[in-house]
């Protein structure tokens, strides 16, 4: 399956932390800040004067992003995607 975001919402799928020390499992209890990779942007954000704007994220960027009620997630194959925004995004890690 193949998303075509519109404007400026981005689809994202989760990466999984690696949450071993030593061999031994701790688990994240904190769930808020996830770590994704953007795999489709939209053209870009339109300003009030009906210009475009291309996004900061590009295809392929990790990023750092808040998991609340306002994102929409949807699960396809066993892969949850992420539908937000550029502004949603908390961070691009380098």
């Given at each position: 399956?193949?998303?075509?975001?519109?404007?400026?919402?981005?689809?994202?799928?989760?990466?999984?932390?690696?949450?071993?020390i030593g061999?031994?499992?701790?688990?994240?209890?904190?769930?808020?800040?996830?770590?994704?990779?953007?795999?489709?942007?939209?053209?870009?954000?339109?300003?009030?004067?009906?210009?475009?704007?291309?996004?900061?994220?590009?295809?392929?960027?990790?990023?750092?992003?808040?998991?609340?009620?306002?994102?929409?997630?949807?699960?396809y194959n066993?892969?949850?995607?992420?539908?937000?925004?550029?502004?949603?995004?908390?961070?691009?890690?380098?």
């Open positions: 399956m193949e998303f075509f975001p519109l404007y400026d919402k981005i689809v994202v799928i989760k990466l999984e932390e690696n949450n071993k061999g031994i499992y701790i688990p994240n209890n904190d769930n808020s800040i996830l770590k994704g990779k953007v795999i489709k942007t939209g053209i870009g954000r339109i300003s009030s004067d009906g210009k475009i704007h291309s996004l900061i994220v590009k295809e392929n960027d990790l990023i750092l992003f808040k998991n609340n009620f306002n994102i929409d997630n949807y699960k066993n892969i949850e995607y992420f539908f937000l925004k550029e502004s949603e995004i908390i961070s691009i890690i380098k």
